[in-house]
């Protein structure tokens, strides 16, 4: 299995506040990366495909970047709603996913 | 809009068969992908596999040896069979859609809103 591996495990951060999560994955996955937004107690909620394309209903300060085996998830300014745990799926091969960021309040 | 609901006993006993139905309204379910993932604080997210409307399905090498997966269309319905469960298999489990099974388009857009199941004696 690819193993994905994200970064930091925890962020507290301010509204406002721009941020970068991490994500690498253990082999080349080209840009099939997705990232994905989950509230306590919700299922999660798809953010973003194939690396940088944004889901429709997204947010537009919600961006990616990246391929091969690096990736970023940017939120450029936070808004009180986006406190949640994000994860990243790989969908080279069966799907695994990260073990997630969780954004907190600071 | 598509909309998923999983349904099933939340409790079951070690070594039996754990069994969860997810219906689909709002959408055909022909074209898509229809997926089984589970998520628990030991593990986190594990995909356990996928079928088509089709009947096919692609397993999770993880579950391969446990799990079934079977659709009726006719009742817009499809569901998992996990069988030999023990404590390790509890967690909350989703059905999703995706629009295609691997690549680009291998993610899951559409999430039924999770099942609590124990796996306790």
């Known amino acids: 299995d690819i193993q994905m591996t994200q970064s930091p495990s925890s962020l507290s951060a301010s509204v406002g506040d721009r941020v970068t999560i991490t994500c690498r994955a253990s082999q080349n996955i080209n840009n099939y990366l997705n990232w994905y937004q989950q509230k306590t107690g919700r299922a999660p909620k798809l953010l973003i495909y194939a690396a940088s394309r944004l889901q429709r209903g997204v947010p537009s300060r919600f961006s990616g970047r990246g391929s091969g085996t690096d990736f970023t998830l940017t939120i450029s300014s936070l808004q009180a709603e986006d406190f949640a745990t994000y994860f990243c799926q790989q969908s080279l091969s069966t799907p695994t996913f990260g073990q997630g960021t969780r954004l907190e309040i600071q | 809009q598509v909309q998923l609901q999983e349904s099933g006993p939340g409790l079951v006993k070690p070594s039996e068969t754990l069994s969860l139905t997810c219906n689909v309204s709002?959408?055909?379910?022909?074209?898509?992908?229809w997926n089984w993932l589970r998520q628990s604080a030991g593990k986190g997210l594990e995909w356990i596999g996928r079928?088509?409307?089709?009947?096919?399905?692609v397993y999770n090498p993880s579950f391969q040896s446990r799990v079934t997966m079977s659709v009726d269309m006719s009742k817009n319905q499809f569901s998992l069979k996990l069988a030999s469960v023990t404590a390790a298999d509890s967690a909350v489990y989703y059905c999703?859609?995706?629009?295609?099974?691997?690549?680009?388009?291998?993610?899951?857009?559409?999430w039924g809103q999770g099942t609590l199941v124990t796996v306790s004696s």
């Open positions: 079928l088509y409307t089709s009947g096919t399905t």
């Open positions: 709002g959408d055909s379910m022909s074209g898509f992908y």
């Open positions: 999703a859609r995706s629009p295609s099974p691997l690549g680009g388009d291998g993610f899951f857009s559409f």
